[in-house]
């Protein structure tokens, strides 16, 4: 299996189908998961960008980061440690390169991973059971897929894959944060053992059932 550090669009859809149907959902009984199973359509030109090498991360992009999971906003993160919007979003972009992490969920996905980042299940709020598309499209949120390269992926709208997202943030709790609800919905489903770590995962990964969906995901990368 090709080092996971590269991050290929195949491996990394193989990883979210078996993180979702490792947390007891059926990937093949919804059409995005039959789909992310079978692979991308013919017209599929984009890439997942390499992931860069990591570097080391500074006390202020761990104060700034740690409070992401929150759902706290860049200007509330600002008042909170004495900085301004700017330096907030300096910080994080810094730990993003940090964590070798292709966007800001992923980064937060990576802090989780590796205990800097604490998991925050947002107690007290409502929840409700997750669908198959909500799940896959907050694994795949978290590995760095955005709505437009997702849509991209599966040859959907934006709408489809930013309606998949709004009803998993609305299960988990996170609707009413805004932007910062795909940070806070990450954290949500780590704490809850929905998400796992790489670490984790890869042992599965590698001896996974042949007729599964994970399987047939992988065997496009071999």
Known sequence: MPGIELYPSELSV????????????????????????????????????????????TDRQRSVLQLCPEGVSPVDIGTRISLSASRVGMALARAR????????????????E???????????????????????SISLASRGWGVLMLAAYLNRSEQTIKKHREE????????R????????????????????????????????DPDSAAYRALSRVN
């Not at 205990?115 to 925050?120: L, Q, S, T």
Request: proline letters at 7%.
């Open 177 to 208: 944060l805004g932007r910062t609800a795909v940070y806070a919905a990450i954290s949500v489903a780590y704490s809850r053992s929905l998400l796992q770590p790489d670490s984790v995962l890869t042992p599965k990964l590698e001896q996974t």
């Open 168 to 175: 998993a943030f609305a299960a988990l709790g996170c609707s």
């Open 114 to 136: 590796s205990g800097i980042v604490a998991p925050h299940d947002r107690v007290g709020e409502a929840r409700q059971q997750l669908e198959v598309d909500e799940m896959l």
């Open 97 to 112: 390169d940090a964590f070798a992490a292709l966007n800001i969920p992923h980064t937060i996905r990576r802090g989780l």
């Open 14 to 57: 193989a990883f979210s189908i078996l993180e979702v149907e490792n947390a007891g959902f059926d990937v093949v009984t919804s059409s995005i998961g039959r789909q992310l199973r079978e692979g991308p359509p013919s017209s599929w030109r984009g890439t997942y960008p390499p992931i860069p090498e990591r570097a080391g991360i």
